[in-house]
């Protein structure tokens, strides 16, 4: 371990001085490049933030950066202004239009520079992972720090988490367990160890350095960050695709994962959905039309076709047709073709009223998304 602190300080700190720009900066940098000035910056921050609006869910799927869908949830709108006004001091970005940039050569070389140098991980799946990382993380987080002390024969101490379901889930888990608690601990101790074991030793380090137990306190970003002359985002970012790569694993083969996928939430679910667009799916399979949920439930007729347009997005056997004939299905998918865009604006307007924005955004679903 020692040896990859001292290597990762080193060459952390030289391309600090170089760039002067934090991970962050290169995220917000390759969310752009793949928006190519057709969408506004706060697209952006709404997906890193995991806004669970219409736009930012199909902005997400389209431009195929869903999988940073809630990656830094603790990101400040003024924070983000600052890091892209620092992108456009460097020339790095020029506005397009009101909001909506572009990369430059030069942007475009610093952004690939930086991907060679510190490639993004295949295993961070936001969208997918949204409804049950930050459970699986604090229930994970109090259970090792509660077996630890209990280990010890300690039954005092301040749990890491004041969330009362969190803490009542604990102890409900603890009372149904048959093994010891010293067994529990093993077997929490090997099947974590079995995790990741599969990461690079660093990015284990990562993961595990912000747990507590008996007579240790977890550390927070910041202090891994120093102590490894790392970026506290990229800290973050590389916890979180851990997290992510481990409940991968877990969901693949949970026999093999006994405790940890007793910790992963009831809900889970295979298909992404947010939960109010599940519930319009249970009104549909009743045969429910968009204008009856729209008064069952009582929301706006747009909200509902938002949920049709998140159901099109991730449901591979949910049908378009009773929303968009085939005919105009073929008609929308050839103009956005021949436009080789995905703005709605420039579709629509090629299309005058043969379609709505509503059946343009189910084609995008469907078939670009």
């Known amino acids: ?121 295949p295993y961070l799946d936001g969208w997918r992972y949204m409804n049950v990382s930050l459970l699986f993380l604090s229930r994970l987080t109090l259970l090792i720090q509660t077996l630890s002390h209990l280990v010890y024969h300690e039954t005092y101490f301040l749990p890491v988490t004041h969330d009362m379901k969190v803490l009542n889930w604990t102890k409900g888990f603890l009372k149904r367990q048959r093994l010891s608690r010293s067994d529990l601990a093993r077997q929490l101790f090997y099947e974590l160890s079995v995790c990741l074991e599969r990461r690079h030793s660093t990015e284990a380090d990562l993961f595990v350095l912000q747990f507590s137990g008996f007579k240790r306190a977890g550390l927070t970003k910041k202090q891994i960050a120093d102590l490894y002359g ?65 008064a069952i439930r009582r929301l706006k007729q747009s909200t509902i076709e938002d949920h049709l347009v998140e159901l099109a997005l991730f449901v591979p056997d949910f049908s378009i047709a009773p929303y968009v004939s085939d005919q105009l299905q073929k008609k929308i998918m050839t103009v956005i073709e021949q436009a080789q865009t995905n703005k709605l604006k420039d579709i629509k307007e090629a299309l005058r009223e043969e379609a709505t924005y509503f059946q343009i955004r189910m084609v995008l679903a469907r078939y670009f998304g």
């Open 230 to 294: 790392m970026d506290e985002h990229r800290v973050h970012y590389l916890q979180v695709s851990v997290l992510h790569f481990c409940l991968q694993k877990i969901m693949e083969d949970e026999k093999a994962f006994p405790i940890l996928a007793s910790l992963i939430p009831e809900a889970a679910s295979s298909v992404p959905l947010t939960i109010s667009t599940m519930k319009t799916l249970e009104l549909l399979k009743q045969g429910k039309t968009i204008e009856d949920i729209t």
């Open 1 to 121: 371990m020692e040896k990859h602190v001292k290597w990762f300080f080193w060459y952390n700190k030289e391309e600090r001085v170089r760039s002067q720009l934090n991970f962050l900066s290169t995220i917000i940098l390759y969310c752009l490049n793949e928006f190519k000035g057709e969408r506004t910056v706060f697209g952006i921050y709404h997906l890193l933030t995991g806004k669970k609006s219409a736009q930012t869910i199909q902005d997400g799927k389209l431009y195929r950066i869903s999988q940073l869908f809630q990656s830094f949830p603790y990101l400040k709108k003024e924070t983000f202004a600052q890091y892209v006004k620092r992108l456009e001091g460097k020339g790095y970005i020029v506005e397009r239009e009101q909001a909506k940039w572009i990369l430059t050569q030069e942007g475009q070389g610093y952004l690939q520079e930086q991907l060679d140098r510190f490639p993004l991980s």
